[in-house]
């Protein structure tokens, strides 16, 4: 069997579309399919036989045995418009001027290529090389304009966990302040002149050395969180840039656990959490 495409023109269940495209074949081969793994809706492979389907959507039939590889990072969500991935610490989001090709962005490229030769990625937004957590993709430029042109719209939340050295003056508290970047890459704050940035934290848990903190940001300013918690004395732990004294976990303390999104056509909300990295809720005991 060769690997065969079809187009959905009508909203429908998954079943009777297969049936319809596969004329001559026993409705029990089109379930074996599906049992097997071998039937993919925009590129996620679906088993259930009343899947929905709409018009716009590609089913793809693939050859027995055939398996997409695993790229070098879980997979938190993936369908025809968006990739949703948990990115590890010490990974680049996008290429620099000394590191071309690993980055989340040359992986996951790989990774789609492997199932649709052609495929693309477009970048919608960053994290840094050393933060980990939640990092969205667009597949079409359509969904990548949308997301970017109307980003403080379409985003409910991007929640933060972070490792503080110490403990912070107040147990919640929003910080707004204007930062820079100095030539050295470094951001600061200014009393003018800068770019507002917004930054609120909770403390869930707090030990003799660290604090778990939540933090949402509520501007998407370079380095922001990393500044202003080390504004408050309380530097992420492992954040030498920014003032910490220790690197109690070999990496820079700061996950994306959560992102929320509206989708930009059908106005869905979606939520799509990476858990706490190993480690993060020990220091704070």
Not at 115 to 143: M, N
Not at 238 to 265: F, K, M
Request: glycine share 8%; net charge positive; aromatic share 6%.
């Amino acid at each position: 069997m060769q690997e065969k495409r079809y187009l959905v023109t009508q909203p429908g269940p998954l079943l009777p579309f297969l049936l319809e495209q596969g004329r001559g074949q026993s409705r029990n081969s089109i379930k074996a399919l599906l049992t097997r793994g071998q039937v993919q809706v925009d590129g996620v492979t679906v088993t259930r036989h009343d899947h929905p389907l709409t018009p716009g959507q590609t089913v793809v039939l693939r050859p027995w045995g055939t398996r997409a590889e695993k790229p070098p990072f879980p997979i938190l969500y993936e369908d025809g418009h968006i990739l949703v991935i948990n990115k590890p610490a010490g990974l680049l989001s996008m290429a620099s001027d000394r590191e071309k090709t690993r980055t989340a962005y040359h992986m996951a490229t790989a990774y789609v290529r492997r199932q649709h030769p052609g495929g693309r990625i477009f970048i919608v937004h960053r994290l840094d090389r050393d933060t980990s957590g939640v990092l969205l993709f667009a597949k079409d430029e359509a969904t990548k304009r949308a997301y970017q042109d109307n980003w403080d719209t379409l985003v409910r939340r991007r929640g933060y966990l972070a490792v503080v050295e110490g403990r912070p003056p107040r147990g919640e508290d929003t910080i707004r302040t204007l930062l820079r970047e100095n030539a050295a890459h470094r951001v600061y704050t200014v009393s003018s002149g800068g770019k507002e940035a917004i930054t609120h934290y909770t403390t869930l848990r707090t030990g003799t050395e660290y604090t778990l903190l939540e933090v949402d940001i509520r501007t998407g300013r370079k380095n922001q969180i990393r500044a202003h918690l080390s504004q408050l004395g309380c530097p992420v732990a492992g954040d030498r840039d920014y003032g910490a004294a220790t690197n109690p976990l070999g990496r820079l303390c700061l996950h994306a656990h959560e992102l929320i999104l509206t989708q930009p056509v059908t106005g869905e909300v979606r939520t799509f959490r990476a858990e706490a990295p190993a480690g993060f809720a020990r220091l704070a005991r």
